[in-house]
């Protein structure tokens, strides 16, 4: 009796472990995150509903390592083989909550309830010619993806300790990006599907016949009126305080004549003094987190 209470803890031990070491993407937000009561206490622009049990564990995602070639079936890639439930497979233009993105540098910030050994981090994205309104495939992604980050069998901290900055693709409209994280203990791989929407139009145009240009008479420049410079706008916020917690993405807070924005939970960072890649970023720049646009 005492043996078989012994191997019943033990076991209880190693699955209970096992689940707790699990991960996802919190910025830009994971389609799973979006679903659950943190996303929604953080006030994200926009959130999911509908989820099903995988609001309760989106680090849960996980099936057999591989892809494209193997692992997650066609048409139940958002779920990881549907392990808990099917509900995010289903795939239209409006169903899911989508982060407005721009082509370029681009942070991916990861949150582990425990980490795993890792061999590699890899993101996937959408083929130009992808059907939105059709189930997820192997082959509405690109074969190769956009940006590795290898590990080795390094170990992450607990919490959004891992950052990874990649160069997103040129692509237009509604996309998806796939992430993948590849660990070394188990034979599984963790999937987390990203809805993204880009702005703007990026494709190529077309090449125009060269023509050459006909001479123009010369003429003498006008002279151009003075101008006045116009009054910079007033910074939006309250002041930034090094002794207050800034828990939810995109609080505005002004410091030295400008509002800045914080992706994540920060305390004691002092804007804009750790480079173009700091937690805080000015409203309005090119770098701006991507979920406060």
């Not at 929604?40 to 049990?53: E, I």
């Not at 591989?66 to 169903?95: H, K, W, Y």
Request: glycine letters at 8%.
């Amino acid at each position: 009796m005492k043996l078989n209470k012994i191997a019943i803890a033990v076991v209880s031990l190693l699955v209970s472990g096992t689940a707790l070491s699990h991960g996802y993407v919190m910025d830009p937000p994971a389609r799973a995150y979006l679903c659950t009561k943190k996303a929604h206490d953080a006030n994200f622009p926009a959130l999911n509903s509908g989820c099903g049990n995988i609001q309760y564990e989106p680090q849960s995602l996980e099936a057999p390592q591989g892809f494209p070639r193997e692992g997650v079936i066609d048409g139940q890639i958002a779920s990881a083989n549907r392990v808990r439930g099917g509900e995010l497979d289903v795939q239209n233009m409006d169903r899911w909550a989508k982060t407005s993105i721009t082509a370029g540098k681009t942070q991916f910030h990861w949150f582990f309830t425990a980490p795993h050994p890792t061999n590699k981090y890899e993101y996937f994205i959408t083929k130009n010619n992808w059907n939105p309104n059709a189930p997820l495939t192997r082959a509405s992604f690109e074969s190769k993806p956009f940006c590795t980050i290898q590990r080795n069998g390094a170990v992450p901290g607990r919490g959004p300790s891992e950052v990874h900055t990649c160069d997103v693709p040129a692509r237009e409209g509604y996309q998806e990006i796939l992430a993948v994280w590849t660990v070394n203990d188990t034979s599984n791989a963790f999937y987390n599907v990203i809805d993204v929407e880009f702005a703007g139009n990026n494709a190529q145009p077309e090449p125009k016949p060269e023509s050459k240009p006909e001479p123009k008479p010369e003429s003498k420049p006008e002279p151009k009126p003075e101008s006045i410079p116009l009054p910079k706008p007033m910074p939006e916020g309250s002041a930034w305080d090094q002794n207050t917690d800034y828990s939810t993405p995109c609080t505005k807070v002004t410091y030295n004549g400008s509002t800045w924005l914080n992706g994540w939970w920060t305390r004691g960072d002092k804007p804009g003094t750790n480079g173009e890649w700091d937690v805080w970023r000015k409203l309005g720049s090119s770098n701006m987190h991507g979920g406060c646009k």
